[in-house]
């Protein structure tokens, strides 16, 4: 029996090097197929005629002019009249879809459709619990050891407020589906983006009554889903009806507008925090209110306080239910809440007590609990990459001129267990490979990694082996969120691959005169480990099997010490203000961080780059910015819901714990945890470099300027 | 085609023909190939539309036609019609730079440009930057550098960043920055991207 | 978008035989890159779209024994920006160019198109029209999120910014525009070009349904120190918070007549000629320079959610007097 571990750091031939991802070629060259670039024979195109007001009821919807246009194959009722689907509660929701031969022409069908909506009573603001009303829903409050006792111990109390908006996951490929039914109407093949081609199959039977054994779930690539995407919407079952109807394939996606009003948002929070403290530094107690929004379902509160567990705690929290669409996970789900809100306010009681966060931060790490001293090293080692300690100055740069520098730190974390993964590892008689498994590679380099751990285990290089993913047809694999993939899928590919070697030794065995637990796989050899010259290719070994090819199931949860979860990391950055004008520059971003052991080195540090860019975005420029009085989105656009472009972002540090003490707790998800810490990290480099806290992302020009004004007055 | 009155505007009711009493256009010659020949001024114009038309592109070297509406976009004729779906169709705004098309040498967002104005001119997407099975450098510098993620801005980035090159074949890192401002990324590429661009302009050399 | 038939003439007269008496008769497709976003959002929706790229005299750049610059409605912001003869003679124009946008913008806008875009005001590509009403009547900027919205002649019924920045330049140096009708040629200095609708259904413009813009004309920039700034937030693709775009005679080194002109503050390029009376007889020190702003936006009002464009207008004015009195034309 094979024992479940990784290879020791000098048997690793490919495990944990700088590996390009293996589609690469195909990116980069248009010939990736992504589900918005599938076109089949026939295939009509779906729009969505939608809700323009942001709480109505759809009285009456008269399709008949739209039916009776050339080139309309099926128009399906969402929002039926006179049922409880009627009711919409924001803009963008659906309320009839056509397919048609063209774009062109399903659009002029959406506009020959009458609605005649009841215009009903909208909220779609969430600064203000006191503004929202009945919509305003407060939770108990939650208490930790003695908060009276806490403050009265304090020395210094330092208030302050904190927020970040409803942001968007504007995934570049928007959401939607190519469906389409095969075998006379029997069987649906959905080419649908998902973050979850497995865990898709079920939601499509479901609600098109059909067994879930009749549904097929097809993707190559997907463009970005950040959480958003784990299953079939309403507009992609409407595609299917669509088909169904017309007898034709559909193709589904979003436009751009709807894509930003409906198809995901992350949920804001807003809070006054109070913290108690001694003057050296010692945390005694926190208090919050909190509130924010997750659209109609309210929302729960971020973790607070985040990381840092004050010993005495008050917090209250009030869901605000609104009319905005849906909230989504966004990547690491509540974190970047609560770090922004967390970290910004112990920055902000480090200044009051003139303390160095650096210093501050190190002062209460025990309260970070079982990794704090990984947190302590990654400190230092981010403060040696940003020169902390020769470029911190107190709050306020005091030099001259307009363009004000300042440094800021956070920290966070991240369960990143893998998942529940199958895979099924074929060895042909003729030596060659595949790896099949019902996941998805978001770009996080799945495949990637997938190819690796085979062609490491089986001592073969990386082109030696197919790996094919992507299809429900394939063992069931979870979705790819919550940073469970690398975890899952490494775990059971490596099963499989230890499996099917122990196996492969076994045929070998008899030819090398040897016992099968004397071989080993090197080179693309099998060979007698105390005797390497005796030695089978990989080929020669394979054809001991016979005619019959080999096929083992990889499994995740399974036997051994593969992986964990629990990781911890920091950020700092370097940014520039303009105090005359507010805007914000980023000069250097530095993100150290611990993830266990490491398959692709190249693709992992892409996953923080990408972070990073992702966090300066939420930072400074992104705002789903609704309207009081029309309840609509008003920046629906890529123009005016803004992004970081290549020149916006600075330079970026990226610095993995890796090595003894980090790869002996195996493989750890990486997508989520350095997504945490940016918004708090640059909030506090702005404080730092103007000397007063901007309370709310992003950070923009009117608001840094407000602020200035605020400190100017309150002198 | 269709006979005159057939064509009515769908948006606003007003056949074609009331439209040109309107804006005293004689109409002289019927219906050929998808226009018609009107004359203004003394002089014979094509007018095309609003039904389908005949469009001849020339695509990565290659001379196709297509047969769409004039208000469809290149973007959409490309990837609706003709099956080549490397640019991306994202903000469909000219804003972000997933659709970019190389036409006559500059680039240019193909969302945001007509495939009847595409006729007569040269058209290079991702797809024809390789020459056969191999690889352009600047791909493989994409690939070196680890320029993309999802994926789905590389395609507008790579041609974005190859008329950048054909442009500034020696780039400082600032011009790099300033150069590559009309694509964005939500993955957060852009550090591979400046490498990439370095690295491709360098020669090919990998740096990585 | 809605159907529409398309012509693509030769000559401005044929352009302009094609284009209607009506806005929604026809509409002038040349760089495309407003017009398209505007009629996919079913803003505007012309029953035919006249191509006017084919017509050749509507390109090129040229500088005349005068040394004033024509540059044809048709000529690129890019070719704009790279023109060794802008570059030389006109520099700030060069310059300016160049900062707008991103490079496939800069390839397929024009500097004809970059006069008549329309604004960006968020009610109105949201459809409540160019004065953003809902369907009472009620203007939604007042009362609503109007933090990209003017800070000068901003009482009603415009809300909007003018999004041109070129149009900010060409009035600092005191450029003419062009025009082609039925009736033939029109001449309007681009000051007189943008004018403030009062009514829905009036544009932003001295343009009619059946004009086009032929070529725009600067006078000769010797002798003349100017500059623009512009503060936005991000590098690239985005558009400016305020701008400013500055000229100065200068006489040893006291003003003689300056010119002052900020972009992105009110629905027309916003001449200031408190700015200007600031600067005259004054030599360009940080001080004079911040009274200019200071005099920029004295008149300037806060709708309630953009005071902090007061803020912005201020500095760019500031910083564009200090860039052109530094030299930099």
């Known amino acids: 029996m094979a024992e479940y571990k990784w290879p020791d750091a000098d048997k690793r031939n490919l495990i944990g090097k700088r590996i390009s991802r293996i589609d690469g070629p195909f990116k980069v060259s248009g010939r990736a197929k992504y589900s918005f670039d599938v076109n089949r024979p026939g295939m009509l195109f779906g729009k969505i005629v939608r809700s323009p007001h942001a709480h109505c009821k759809v009285k009456s919807i008269d399709t008949s002019a739209a039916e009776a246009m050339p080139g309309v194959k099926a128009v399906h009722i969402v929002a039926q009249p006179d049922t409880p689907a009627a009711e919409l509660k924001w803009v963008g929701a659906s309320v009839v879809a056509v397919a048609a031969v063209d774009e062109p022409t399903a659009e002029d069908a959406m506009r020959a459709i009458k609605v005649e909506y009841e215009v009903l009573p909208h909220l779609v603001v969430d600064t203000d619990p006191k503004t929202a009303g009945a919509n ?537 945890p350095p997504v945490v810490s940016p918004g708090a990290a640059i909030s506090n480099a702005v404080a730092n470099a103007i000397g007063v806290r901007v309370p709310y992302l992003p950070l923009t020009p009117d608001r840094v300027l407000a602020a200035l004004d605020q400190q100017k007055g309150g002198k | 085609m269709q006979d005159d009155d057939k064509l009515k505007d769908k948006g606003s009711g007003l056949s074609r023909r009331s439209f040109l009493k309107v804006s005293g256009i004689s109409l002289s010659v019927p219906l050929v190939m998808g226009y018609r020949v009107v004359k203004v001024r003394g002089a014979d114009v094509k007018v095309f539309g609003p039904g389908k038309v005949p469009i001849k592109l020339t695509i990565n070297g290659k001379a196709q036609t297509v047969e769409v509406e004039p208000r469809v976009t290149l973007l959409d004729a490309l990837r609706n019609d003709l099956d080549v779906t490397g640019a991306k169709r994202v903000c469909d705004r000219g804003t972000c730079g997933a659709c970019t098309m190389i036409v006559d040498g500059k680039p240019v967002y193909s969302c945001t440009t007509l495939a009847i104005e595409g006729q007569g001119k040269s058209i290079t997407t991702v797809e024809g930057l390789m020459q056969g099975d191999k690889l352009h450098p600047l791909q493989q510098a994409f690939i070196d550098n680890d320029a993309q993620q999802c994926g789905f801005c590389t395609p507008g980035f790579v041609v974005a960043c190859k008329a950048f090159l054909d442009k500034n074949p020696n780039p400082t890192p600032e011009q790099i920055q300033r150069g590559l401002g009309g694509n964005l990324c939500r993955c957060g590429t852009y550090m591979g991207v400046r490498a990439a661009v370095a690295q491709a302009a360098k020669g090919g050399r990998r740096n990585g | 978008m809605r159907a529409f038939e398309y012509a693509s003439p030769t000559t401005k007269e044929q352009a302009v035989g094609l284009l209607g008496n009506n806005w929604t008769d026809a509409d002038v497709l040349a760089g495309g890159t407003d017009l398209l976003a505007l009629m996919k959002d079913d803003i505007v929706a012309p029953k035919r779209l006249v191509n006017i790229k084919d017509i050749r005299e509507l390109r090129g750049i040229t500088l005349g024994s005068d040394r004033s610059l024509r540059m044809g409605a048709l000529v690129t912001i890019q070719e704009l920006a790279d023109d060794p003869q802008v570059q030389k003679a006109f520099p700030v124009v060069a310059k300016t160019a160049g900062e707008i946008a991103g490079p496939q913008i800069r390839n397929m806008g024009t500097v004809g198109g970059n006069l008549c875009q329309r604004p960006r005001c968020w009610y109105y590509r949201a459809g409540y029209g160019l004065l953003a009403k809902d369907k009472s009547g009620e203007p939604l900027v007042p009362s609503g999120d109007n933090r990209y919205h003017a800070i000068l002649g901003n009482a009603g019924p415009a809300y909007f910014v003018s999004p041109s920045t070129l149009g900010t330049l060409f009035i600092a140096l005191g450029g003419t525009v062009r025009l082609f009708g039925p009736k033939g040629k029109r001449e309007v200095p681009v000051e007189k070009f943008f004018v403030i609708p009062q009514k829905e259904g009036d544009r932003e413009h001295d343009l009619k349904p059946n004009e086009i813009v032929t070529e725009i004309v600067l006078p000769s920039l010797a002798g003349v120190n100017a500059a623009t700034y512009e503060v936005r937030q991000k590098d690239a693709m985005d558009w400016p918070l305020a701008l400013a775009s500055v000229a100065l005679s200068l006489n040893g080194n006291k003003v003689r007549s300056a010119r002052v002109v900020m972009g992105y503050v009110a629905p027309v390029p916003w001449r200031s000629k408190e700015a200007e009376d600031a600067l005259v007889g004054k030599t360009i020190t940080e001080e004079t320079a911040k009274a200019a702003g200071d005099a920029a936006v004295s008149g300037a009002k806060s709708l309630g959610r953009n005071a902090y464009k007061i803020q912005l207008a201020r500095v760019a004015v500031k910083r564009a007097v200090l860039a052109a009195a530094g030299g930099a034309k």
């Open chain 1, 136 to 672: 305003a829903v407060p939770a108990n409050e939650n208490k930790a050891g003695d908060p009276d006792k806490g403050f009265a111990d304090a020395e210094v109390t330092v208030e302050g407020d904190y927020g970040l908006p409803v942001i968007t996951h504007c995934c570049l490929e928007p959401h939607g589906s190519v469906m389409e039914w095969e075998d006379d109407g029997k069987n649906v093949l959905a080419h649908l983006s998902t973050q979850a081609v497995s865990g898709s199959v079920a939601q499509i039977a479901r609600p098109l009554e059909i067994a879930a054994t009749n549904v097929r779930v097809q993707q190559d690539h997907i463009g970005g889903g950040f959480g958003s995407k784990f299953g079939p919407d309403e507009w992609d079952i409407t595609a299917a009806r669509l088909s169904k109807k017309a007898g034709k394939p559909v193709k589904m996606f979003n436009e751009r507008d709807n894509e930003l009003m409906v198809a995901g948002a992350r949920p804001s929070a807003y809070a006054k925090v109070k913290i108690g403290l001694k003057k050296d530094g010692t945390i005694t107690a926190w208090e919050s209110q909190s509130w924010g929004t997750g659209g109609q379902g309210g929302g729960g509160s971020p973790p607070l306080p985040y990381i840092f567990n004050i010993p005495n705690q008050r917090k209250q929290h009030t869901a605000i239910m609104n009319n905005i669409g849906s909230a989504r996970a966004w990547r690491a789900p509540g974190h970047p809440q609560g770090c922004l809100i967390t970290m910004s306010a112990l920055e902000d009681a480090a200044a009051a007590l003139n303390m160095d966060p650096y210093d501050f931060f190190q002062k209460n790490i025990e309260m970070t609990g079982q990794r704090a001293q990984v947190y302590s090293d990654e400190l230092k080692m981010a403060g040696d990459l940003i020169g902390w300690k020769k470029n911190w100055h107190p709050r306020g740069d005091k030099s001259a001129g307009s363009i004000k520098r300042g440094l800021g730190l956070s920290i966070h974390t991240w369960g990143g267990q893998g998942h529940p993964s199958d895979c099924d590892l074929t060895i042909q008689p003729d030596g060659s490979i595949e790896l099949k498994m019902g996941t998805q590679d978001l770009g996080t380099g799945t495949r990637t990694a997938l190819n690796i751990i085979v062609a490491d285990t089986l001592g073969l290089p990386m082109d030696a082996v197919k790996i094919s993913i992507g299809d429900s047809r394939y063992p069931t694999s979870g979705g790819s969120g919550g940073s469970t993939t690398i975890g899952g899928i490494s775990a059971s590919s490596r099963r499989a691959s230890l499996d099917a070697l122990d196996q492969i030794f076994a045929k070998a065995a008899p030819a090398l005169d040897a016992k099968p637990e004397d071989l080993e796989a090197v080179s693309g050899t099998i060979r007698v480990k105390s005797n390497p010259s005796k030695s089978l290719t990989w080929a020669q070994a394979c054809s001991k099997l016979g005619a019959t090819p080999l096929t083992v199931r990889g499994k995740n949860p399974g036997p051994g010490n593969l992986g964990s979860q629990g990781v911890g990391g920091v950020q700092m950055a370097d940014i520039s203000v303009d105090i005359e004008t507010g805007v914000v520059r980023m000069n250097k971003m530095v993100s150290v961080q611990d993830c266990g052991l490491i398959i692709d080195l190249k693709t992992a540090e892409s996953q923080v780059y990408g972070a990073l860019i992702m966090g300066v975005c939420y930072a400074l420029y992104e705002e789903k910015i609704m309207d009081a009085k029309t309840g609509r989105m008003l920046n629906p656009n890529m123009e005016f819901y803004k992004l970081a472009g290549i020149a916006d972002i600075g330079e970026l540090v990226v610095h993995m714990m890796t090595g003894k003490g980090y790869d002996e707790r195996g493989v750890i998800g990486l997508g989520e």
